[in-house]
């Protein structure tokens, strides 16, 4: 079992060290998704990936039956438009040794998953790989369950287990710390204005205010 802090500085997600897997963002997924409205998380999954690509996080893009489930939704292939998901049989991503090798090839230990649905295509692996030492972190407003009750449920389970249940948005609060990350920042500002809501409504009119009182020479 992964013995870092679940408290502290070092208990929360840094870039370099983090590595997202997104599981089954399919349209058979969707068809079946009732914890939450399926726009939002195609919104909020998107979102995350673009955060991942603005900190250059090793991203893994997996799918299950891909010729019965569909390929994986465009706006998510769009970020990575480059990479082929993983395309499996197994339920269980992590027991398809393609994924687990392409994990470890980043030799990083913080493990950021989200999928389709919460209660098996997430939790299974989750599990599992608490059990390997990863330090896992379960995006959950990026993924999504049957019902709401199956997805809180497979959430208590994995937090249960160890695992650290986190938003999209505090992802990306976790990975950037400081506003001072001009190399970063601007990336981030981008996604929030696209996938922010009105929490990337608020952060460009607070840009706004800024730019005005720069030019007032305040």
């Known amino acids: 079992m992964s013995k870092t802090p679940k408290t502290g500085l070092d208990a929360l997600l840094r ?57 994986l939704i465009k706006g998510l292939q769009d970020v990575f438009p480059e990479q ?37 295509c997430l939790a299974m692996p989750a599990i599992q790989a608490l059990g390997e030492g990863y330090d896992v972190f379960v ?33 990306m609060g976790e990975w950037q710390r400081d506003w001072a990350r001009e190399e970063t920042a601007a990336g981030l500002a981008d996604v929030l204005g696209a996938h922010g809501g009105a929490s990337g409504v608020a952060f460009a009119w607070e840009m706004q205010l800024l730019a005005a009182r720069a030019g007032k020479g305040v």
Do not use: C
């Open 139 to 171: 995006v959950t407003d990026a993924s999504g369950g049957v019902s709401a009750e199956a997805h809180d449920m497979a959430v208590r389970r994995m937090a249960a287990a160890g695992a650290v249940p986190i938003t999209w948005m505090a992802v």
């Open 15 to 71: 870039p370099e060290d983090s590595v997202l897997v997104l599981i089954d963002h399919q349209p058979y997924q969707f068809t079946n998704l009732n914890s939450h409205e399926p726009a939002m998380i195609v919104n909020n999954v998107v979102g995350l990936a673009k955060t991942a690509k603005v900190f250059g996080v090793p991203t893994i893009l997996t799918t299950v039956i891909e010729e019965r489930g569909g390929y």
């Open 84 to 120: 082929k998901p993983i395309d499996r049989t197994f339920i269980n991503t992590w027991q398809d040794e393609r994924v687990v090798a392409a994990v470890k090839k980043t030799g990083r230990r913080q493990l950021v998953l989200a999928a389709l649905w919460t209660e098996i």
